[in-house]
């Protein structure tokens, strides 16, 4: 992970995840993401996507249970897993409606895989 990139409380989180779950270190089915927004408030998110058919299996219940613990513990607004067809569909329309709403402000969004 780039700590020139990636803020190291962040950075801290993710080396957290890759310890406690190494599988999702390389498993293509996982991708982790850093959502930062300062409109109307400085606020930083995670999100562990995955496919559908994996977001109820035990191994991905105990995972959300572990990013809801480290939403509180690194100061996030939120840290959960959700599903590929949740990111793409819901999530990424609802950033893209933000970027359209501060465009041209001096209010920043941001999204970006983190591995």
Known sequence: MNTKVHPKRIKSLVDL????????????????YYFFTDYPEESE?????TIQYLIYSDFAQNLNQTLNLY??????????????????IILKKEIEEL?????????????????
Do not use: Q
Request: charge should be negative; include cysteine; proline fraction near 4%.
């Open 45 to 49: 998110y995670i999100f562990v996507v």
């Open 17 to 32: 995840l890759y310890t406690e779950y190494p599988i999702i270190r390389s498993h293509p089915d996982y991708r982790i």
């Open 99 to 115: 970027y359209d709403k501060i465009r041209g402000s001096s209010f920043n969004a941001l999204i970006y895989e983190i591995w």
């Open 71 to 88: 939403k509180d513990m690194f100061g996030l607004k939120e840290c959960s897993l959700i599903s590929e067809h949740d990111f793409e």
